[in-house]
T-cell receptor, first 112, second 114 residues
Framework: DQQVKQNSPSLSVQEGRISILNCDYTNSMFDYFLWYKKYPAEGPTFLISISSIKDKNEDGRFTVFLNKSAKHLSLHIVPSQPGDSAVYFCAASKGGADGLTFGKGTHLIIQP | NAGVMQNPRHLVRRRGQEARLRCSPMKGHSHVYWYRQLPEEGLKFMVYLQKENIIDESGMPKERFSAEFPKEGPSILRIQQVVRGDSAAYFC????????????FGPGTRLTVT
C-alpha cells in the first residue's frame, strides 16, 4: 500500500531549464510534506517543506507547490544545475514528530 | 561535525550473527528515527525513540529487531540472527522535538549479510 507515490523513476532535464518533480499521496491525514535530495552512498538531505495550510513555499531555486484537493505536490527547480543530479524523495508526515512516509524517489539527471 | 553520526558505515555479517548499528543525533535534538532502504525502494520508517522511551515501533519487524536510546550514549538498532533479507541501508534521523517536522539524516549504515 503505497501512500506516497512518485510515478517517474527518472527524469532528464537540460542544464538551465526547469525541473519539475511530481508526487501524489493517498492519505488525507498527511498534513506536512517534505522533499529530500540524496546522492549515492549518502543520507538524504532536507531541501524544502510545506504545510498543508499553504499551497506554495519557495526557497531560492526551489519551489514546492501543494494541491490539496488533488492530493498532489510538485517540486520545481529553476534553473537546473549539474549539481542537482541526484535522487529526490517526497515524504509526508501525519503531524507532530511521527515517522515520515517516503515515496520511491525520482532520479533527476541534469544534462549539459 | 554537528550532523547526525552513524557507525559503522559498512557492516558485513554472516547469517545468524548479530548486527549493532549506532546513531548519535544532532546536538540539541532529542528525537531519533530509524529507517531502512532496500535496493530500488524508498526509505521505510522503522522506529521512533526519545531518550529512554520507544514512542512508535509500528515499522519494526516483530522478531529479531530491537532499538534503544539510552539516557547516555547513542541510539542502537540491534538485529539478531541476521538473514540475507536484512541486507539494506539503515538510516538514522533526528529532530528537535514534537513541533518540528524536519528530520535530518545521517550517512547511513550499509549492512551486508553473507
Amino acid at each position: 500500500d503505497q501512500q506516497v507515490k512518485q510515478n517517474s523513476p527518472s527524469l532528464s532535464v537540460q542544464e538551465g531549464r526547469i525541473s519539475i518533480l511530481n508526487c501524489d499521496y493517498t492519505n488525507s491525514m498527511f498534513d506536512y510534506f517534505l522533499w529530500y535530495k540524496k546522492y549515492p552512498a549518502e543520507g538524504p538531505t532536507f531541501l524544502i517543506s510545506i504545510s498543508s495550510i499553504k499551497d506554495k513555499n519557495e526557497d531560492g531555486r526551489f519551489t514546492v507547490f501543494l494541491n490539496k484537493s488533488a492530493k498532489h505536490l510538485s517540486l520545481h527547480i529553476v534553473p537546473s544545475q549539474p549539481g542537482d543530479s541526484a535522487v529526490y524523495f517526497c515524504a509526508a508526515s501525519k503531524g507532530g514528530a511521527d515517522g515520515l512516509t517516503f515515496g520511491k524517489g525520482t532520479h533527476l539527471i541534469i544534462q549539459p | 561535525n554537528a550532523g547526525v553520526m552513524q557507525n559503522p558505515r559498512h557492516l558485513v555479517r554472516r547469517r545468524g550473527q548479530e548486527a549493532r548499528l549506532r546513531c548519535s543525533p544532532m546536538k540539541g535534538h532529542s528525537h531519533v528515527y530509524w529507517y531502512r532502504q532496500l535496493p530500488e525502494e524508498g526509505l521505510k520508517f522503522m522506529v521512533y525513540l526519545q531518550k529512554e522511551n520507544i514512542i512508535d515501533e509500528s515499522g519494526m519487524p516483530k522478531e529479531r529487531f530491537s532499538a534503544e536510546f539510552p539516557k547516555e550514549g547513542p541510539s542502537i538498532l540491534r538485529i539478531q540472527q541476521v538473514v540475507r533479507g536484512d541486507s539494506a541501508a539503515y538510516f538514522c534521523a533526528s529532530s528537535r522535538g514534537v513541533s518540528s517536522y524536519e528530520q535530518y539524516f545521517g550517512p547511513g549504515t550499509r549492512l551486508t549479510v553473507t
